[in-house]
């Protein structure tokens, strides 16, 4: 299973974006995936997640009502829809798979739960 996340890269705050995130190889149907990201000079933080069918979503608080998990036809394709970009949204943004597990509800937001990542894609907001 590999990832490949792409989308980023220079806009200015208050634009909006789409990041992408398809998959090549198994799916689980569900599975979960999510949106991490690693703003400079910070860990790297869980932004948003979804099962794999686009159930049971969570975001982040510093980005809810902003930023959105999604998906469309497009096969094994997830987006990250980001609106109303701040230049603190400036980050390496990574997509995460997790296998289908039953403590999703508890540990969405936990970097261990998930076993393949993308490469990372770069989001910078000028202001």
């Known amino acids: 299973v590999q990832l490949q996340a792409s989308g980023g890269g220079l806009v200015q705050a208050g634009d909006s974006l789409r990041l992408s995130c398809v998959v090549s190889g198994r799916t689980f149907s569900s599975g979960s995936v999510a949106w991490f990201r690693q703003r400079p000079g910070k860990e790297r933080e869980f932004v948003a997640s979804s099962i794999w069918t686009g159930d049971n979503t969570y975001t982040a608080e510093s980005v809810k009502g902003r930023f959105t998990i999604s998906k469309d036809n497009a096969p094994k394709t997830r987006y990250l829809l980001m609106n109303a970009v701040k230049p603190e949204d400036t980050a390496i943004y990574y997509c995460?798979?997790?296998?289908?597990?039953?403590?999703?509800?508890?540990?969405?937001?936990?970097?261990?739960?998930?076993?393949?990542w993308g490469q990372g894609t770069l989001v910078t907001v000028s202001s």
């Open positions: 995460a798979l997790a296998l289908p597990k039953t403590t999703y509800s508890r540990d969405y937001a936990k970097q261990e739960f998930y076993k393949y």
